[in-house]
């Protein structure tokens, strides 16, 4: 899944080529993709687009008319910039937006169709796209010593519930918190404030550096479908069980459950343990939620929040 570094880098290469650039025509290929009726998609061409930008993991193109298209990419959703009237990429397109400059694909190559847009008008619609989580490249340590404490999850649930933190999943949860050198299952209202200043930090620096990274990776040209990945052969732990970790040497460790899986390093980030994979997924099995989309919607949060 795009994540805050892929997400950014998706970003400041769709502004070049579509800001200032008029929408000539929106084809919605796939039933399951559009989620919304009013506005209707016609009303989107022959706006100009304004610009571009992000809300948590979501892509936001704002048109004229305070005309707004919210995509997200959930799992497998990816963009490709093609050639004005390019071919589309057999069945794996979901959408073509046509401006003068090139066609911009909504590709999602995955049986199970997750990826959404939405279209709304006007700022207030538009904010309520908005999941309510922290910004780690800007907050100060209280704010975020005060969100880990908002709710007593494991730090791997807390880092990647949207509703507490912006932009972080699976992947970079992963690298933050071997970066940080913290257990995945250590609970946030435990955090010493300590650690959770060493985890703000590391978030930072690991944010910091795969967004830098995929800029200077990215300069110049638009990225290709399967350079957005959420395993990269630089990666510390995440997807790298059973190779060594890079800083100790021991070989990364996993915790499964449902649709994840988390990596980790026993010597650098539980004291040498090895994580009990049976007990700890019936723990997680209470801490995450059922499905990717309850999760990227923070449903679980909600629901609590309903009942108290």
């Known amino acids: 899944m795009p994540e805050l570094p892929d997400v950014i880098a998706y970003v400041e290469a769709l502004r070049p080529r579509v800001v200032g650039q008029p929408l000539v025509r929106a084809s919605i290929i796939s039933p399951f993709l559009l989620r919304t009726f009013e506005p209707p998609i016609e009303e989107l061409e022959s706006s100009r687009v304004e610009r571009v930008s992000r809300i948590g993991k979501r892509i936001v193109l704002s048109l004229e008319r305070d005309l707004h298209a919210v995509v997200h990419l959930m799992i497998a959703g990816r963009f490709r910039w093609l050639p004005p009237d390019a071919r589309l990429p057999g069945k794996i397109a979901q959408a073509a937006f046509d401006f003068p400059t090139g066609r911009l694909v909504l590709t999602e190559a995955a049986q199970k169709k997750r990826a959404s847009l939405h279209l709304c008008r006007g700022q207030a619609a538009l904010h309520e796209f908005e999941p309510g989580g922290l910004d780690l490249l800007n907050a100060d340590h209280s704010a975020f010593h005060a969100a880990l404490g908002r709710e007593n999850h494991t730090l791997k649930r807390t880092l990647t519930d949207p509703t507490l933190i912006d932009g972080v ?129 923070g449903s679980n949060q909600q629901k609590r929040t309903r009942r108290r």
Not at 278 to 288: F, K, N, P
Request: with cysteine; hydrophobic share 35%; charged share 25%.
């Open 169 to 297: 999943g699976n992947a970079y949860s992963d690298e933050i918190l071997h970066a940080a050198r913290l257990s995945p299952v250590k609970l946030s209202q435990s955090l010493t404030p300590e650690e959770s200043e060493r985890l703000l930090a590391a978030a930072r620096r690991t944010l910091d550096h795969w967004i830098a990274r995929l800029r200077a990776d990215f300069a110049g040209r638009f990225p290709g479908p399967g350079e957005i990945t959420a395993f990269r052969p630089d990666f510390a732990v995440h997807g790298k069980y059973g190779k060594p970790c890079p800083v100790c040497g021991s070989p990364v460790q996993r915790i499964r459950f449902s649709e994840n899986e988390t990596n980790y390093c026993a010597t650098c980030q539980a004291g040498g343990r090895v994580l009990a994979d049976r007990s700890l997924s019936r723990l997680l099995r209470e801490d995450w939620p059922r499905t990717i989309d309850s999760l990227e919607s």
